[in-house]
């Protein structure tokens, strides 16, 4: 049995969702281990088709324990609306757990978090304004309030009490009216009611999972390109969302994970601002778009489409230390005649083959290969034999440029869409 960290390698929406529910067929925990409701997994299999963003997904498999790790933030009322909508549709709950040590995300943060960013003015980030940066930023400056926090009231009244006057000054600040204390405590305390029975010290099912060697995912949100240290600084999210914070994020040591699956786009996406060297504005990434179905998952934005962008996936394959990819929407490239590759970035006169730091990313421009397009439907397609010729030579040069086998090849949105690739497929 392995632990799996299953995690971005791009700008976020890579598909991570869909991987995950794939393996969680055969996993008997799943841990969301960062982030908060601030970017969504679609997920589509026969119960049908799901937007989670803070559920792991991994629910869909009965038999799977699925835990909300101490390093994301939480919102009680999309969690609470999430668990409505799989109830409904005849998903169990029965095994989702929710750490006590995790952070809520308060409506002052959102609140907070629109104002801020309509500050910038022009320097806007392109933020989702779900108050993911407030929560962590809270967080670090020991002022957050914790999940296990709500099923303590008296204890609960007292943490609030200690950061209620300074919310209301920043909203004074901003023109904007005080939170009403009292109001705002009970509808806490009645998200800890409604939550209780869900909010655990996860350590020990984790640390039992581990120890017996059970299967266990670490599921991470967004992608390395939004990393707050190693992505395009500031454009970026507010925590971790690398293999390694997986260790701090979900309760694991770094030395029980066995395999890091880099999830990647067969070409490239972005939402929100910031340096995003290979986007097409033109026909071409407007077809991109059309084709993938290319809008937010939690805010229905267009995304910022372009070729596939080896440099970024190169480095993110460093930072992460994958040990297999797993290529999602082949199928949009179907109907390309030509598809191309960014295999470096030009500065200055010169092609450089790493990202640089944001300020000089945004003056670079990429450098390209051409390939063949396959012009043929993939969607059928089960086992890498019954690929077409010119999408496999595709493939295996994506994997040449990331240093990084492919383990996985999705080819439409339905579980069953695989490709699961060999050892002597993939020439191991």
Not at 54 to 78: A, K
Not at 131 to 153: F, S
Request: glycine content about 10%; some cysteine; proline content about 6%.
């Amino acid at each position: 049995m392995t632990v799996t960290a299953v995690v971005g390698a791009q700008w976020g929406d890579e598909g991570k969702g869909r991987v995950v529910d794939y393996l969680a067929q055969r996993a008997d925990m799943v841990i969301r281990f960062q982030g908060g409701d601030n970017a969504g997994h679609t997920v589509v299999n026969e119960f049908g088709t799901f937007r989670l963003h803070l559920v792991p997904s991994g629910i869909f498999n009965p038999r799977t324990q699925c835990i909300v790790g101490t390093g994301t933030v939480v919102n009680p009322e999309t969690l609470l609306q999430e668990m409505r909508e799989l109830s409904e549709a005849g998903v169990s709950l029965d095994n989702l757990w929710l750490s006590e040590r995790a952070h809520v995300v308060f409506p002052y943060h959102r609140l907070l978090d629109g104002l801020e960013e309509e500050a910038r003015g022009q320097a806007q980030l392109g933020t989702t304004k779900r108050g993911i940066g407030p929560a962590y930023a809270d967080k670090a400056a020991r002022h957050g309030i914790r999940l296990g926090d709500l099923i303590r009231p008296d204890y609960l009244r007292h943490r609030l009490e200690l950061v209620i006057e300074r919310k209301n000054r920043t909203l004074a600040y901003f023109g904007k009216p005080p939170v009403d204390f009292e109001e705002l405590l009970e509808q806490a305390i009645a998200w800890g009611e409604a939550l209780a029975p869900r909010i655990v010290d996860t350590l020990p099912m984790i640390e039992e999972a581990v120890r017996g060697g059970k299967e266990v995912l670490l599921e991470g949100q967004l992608g390395a390109m939004r990393d707050l240290d190693w992505g395009i600084y500031p454009y970026v999210t507010s925590s971790n969302p690398l293999a390694g914070a997986a260790c701090a994020g979900a309760g694991i040591p770094p030395t029980a994970i066995d395999r890091v699956i880099g999830v990647v786009k067969a070409y490239s996406t972005a939402v929100g601002a910031g340096p995003f060297p290979v986007e097409l504005k033109d026909e071409v990434g407007e077809r991109l778009r059309e084709i993938g179905g290319e809008y937010g998952a939690t805010t229905g934005r267009p995304r910022r489409c372009g070729w596939f962008d080896a440099v970024a996936v190169r480095r993110s394959a460093w930072l992460n230390g994958f040990t297999g990819l797993a290529i999602t929407k082949l199928d949009v490239l179907d109907s390309f005649p030509e598809i191309k590759i960014c295999v470096g970035y030009r500065l200055d006169g010169e092609v450089i083959k790493h990202v640089p730091d944001t300020p000089v990313l945004e003056q670079v421009t990429p450098v390209y290969e051409t390939w063949p397009g396959w012009q043929t439907s993939t969607r059928d397609a089960r086992t890498w034999d019954d690929l077409p010729e010119a999408a496999r030579a595709y493939l295996n040069r994506i994997s040449e440029l990331a240093g990084v086998p492919i383990q996985y090849i999705s080819v439409g949105p339905e579980r069953d869409q695989l490709v699961v690739v060999s050892e002597e497929e993939r020439g191991a």
